[in-house]
């Protein structure tokens, strides 16, 4: 049996979906449901029983899964907005959850991979590179990012990266993510206003050293997130952080033009002023190295980017479909 919390979200249900293509399906899914419509990622995925996640943390707590067979705990739940400012909560939830379920897991015996965050590297002025001797350098730029740092940093301290996997996830995207609201990606945003005015909004560069829409990225389709997860799962020596990432650095306006090209018209971007509170924490560079994911042995070509952007829009936004669904 697999656990797989935030198992309704964009990762975790796409990573589900990847688990029933090889058969598996002998599955519990953590999440938390709320008011949000993730609950349609769910629904095409094949899974033993679901759970809400405070109800899980109390099962696990009061032994409920003491005597059940888990092979792994994949655990991917967790608050993800960048823009959350209360700490205490991302603390919480994105802190004390993973200890809770990494002393669960490893005090059983268990595989435990986790969800870490290429927000961790901050401005990138130290790097991208998984090199777990370095992460005391690092100085992530908002508190989202700081709660997946304070986990990896604990980790470390108490000497368990040797025995877990870290996973820290560039930007993300693809089917399974519309309940993410104002954190769906860009291509998903793309998709709507090309939809509905022909035309996409892009944030002005403050940098000098970037112009408009020439801000990078590393953007990593989430079919190609969850091959490098499957492969990991099925190498028990792969311990420690691996960067999960497209090992390239592209731009917006490169994004937005193949996503104008996925609906057969010319592009057409107004570049828009970015809200002042967002200036000071702006990544204008990521670029995550993916060196040590190909030394274990990851050998699968990553999708391009603008083969990637046009299969999903093409594929599923506009057909309006989810992971399952084929």
Not at 130 to 159: A, I, T, V
Not at 190 to 201: C, D, G, N, P, V
Not at 219 to 230: N, P, Q, S, T
């Amino acid at each position: 049996m697999y656990i797989v919390t935030g198992g309704a979200g964009l990762i975790g249900s796409s990573f589900i979906w990847r688990l029933n293509q090889a058969g598996i399906d002998n599955i519990i899914v953590v999440d938390h449901l709320g008011l949000s419509e993730k609950w349609k990622n769910l629904r095409a995925l094949k899974f033993a029983d679901y759970f809400e996640k405070d109800v899980f943390l109390d099962q696990v707590k009061n032994g409920v899964f003491d005597h059940i067979e888990i092979k792994g705990i994949i655990h991917l739940g967790a608050c993800s907005a960048t823009t959350e400012r209360d700490a205490s909560y991302l603390v919480e939830n994105n802190f004390n959850y993973s200890k809770a379920m990494c002393n669960f897991a490893l005090a059983r015996g268990i595989r435990f991979i986790y969800a870490s965050s290429c927000a961790t590297y901050g401005d990138g002025s130290q790097g991208y590179l998984d090199d777990e001797s370095q992460l005391e350098k690092l100085r992530p730029m908002n508190m989202y990012g700081y709660s997946k740092h304070m986990f990896d940093l604990w980790l470390k301290r108490k000497g368990l990266l040797s025995q877990v996997t870290g996973l820290k996830f560039s930007n993300i995207y693809g089917p399974n993510e519309l309940h993410k609201g104002e954190m769906r990606s860009v291509v998903c945003r793309a998709f709507e206003q090309i939809s509905s005015e022909r035309t996409m909004r892009l944030f002005k560069s403050y940098n000098p050293e970037y112009p408009d829409g020439g801000q990078m990225r590393d953007f990593l389709y989430v079919k190609d997130a969850v091959e490098m997860m499957f492969f990991l799962l099925n190498r028990a020596d792969a311990t420690g952080i691996y960067n999960i990432g497209s090992g390239r650095a592209e731009t917006w306006n490169a994004l937005t033009d193949a996503a104008f090209e996925a609906f057969e018209i010319e592009p057409k971007i107004q570049y828009i002023e970015m809200p002042e509170h967002l200036r000071d924490r702006y990544q204008y560079y990521t670029k995550a190295e993916i060196g040590k994911l190909r030394k274990l042995g990851f050998s699968k070509e990553i999708t391009p980017l603008r083969d990637a952007v046009i299969d999903y829009i093409r594929n599923y936004r506009i057909q309006d479909k989810f992971f399952g669904d084929e």
